[in-house]
């Protein structure tokens, strides 16, 4: 199972970007899903995470300028982030708890994580 990140790189505050991540397995099914950042000299902070049926969970510091969504179809999740300020900036992570079904049949239950993309908010 792997995690596939796109959408970041530079932009003024008050713009917006959009991260997009892709999870790609056979016999995969994907539950929650999420984002996360690390900015310079941070620890790594959950920044929004989705559930299969579209319950979310935001960021305090986030809420009302960043929008989680996904496509199950597509086993792909979304972050909207509008009015981007400089503390915004940070390595953007996401990650996905899933359950991958072997050759045997089994269930075999697992959280994998994308590589990370660069978010910079310039002021």
């Known amino acids: 199972v792997q995690l596939q990140a796109s959408g970041g790189g530079l932009v003024q505050a008050g713009g917006s970007l959009r991260l997009s991540c892709a999870a790609s397995?056979?016999?995969?099914?994907?539950?929650?899903m999420g984002w996360y950042r690390q900015g310079p000299g941070n620890e790594r902070e959950a920044v929004a995470t989705?559930?299969?049926?579209?319950?979310?969970n935001v960021r305090d510091s986030v809420k009302g300028r960043f929008t989680i969504s996904r496509d199950n179809a597509k086993n792909t999740v979304y972050l909207q982030m509008s009015s981007l300020k400089p503390e915004d900036t940070a390595v953007y992570y996401c990650n996905a708890d899933y359950i991958h079904f072997n050759d045997r049949g089994e269930p075999v239950v697992g959280r994998v994580w994308g590589k990370g993309t660069q978010v910079t908010v310039s002021s």
């Open positions: 989705v559930s299969r049926g579209g319950a979310t």
């Open positions: 397995g056979s016999r995969l099914t994907v539950n929650e």
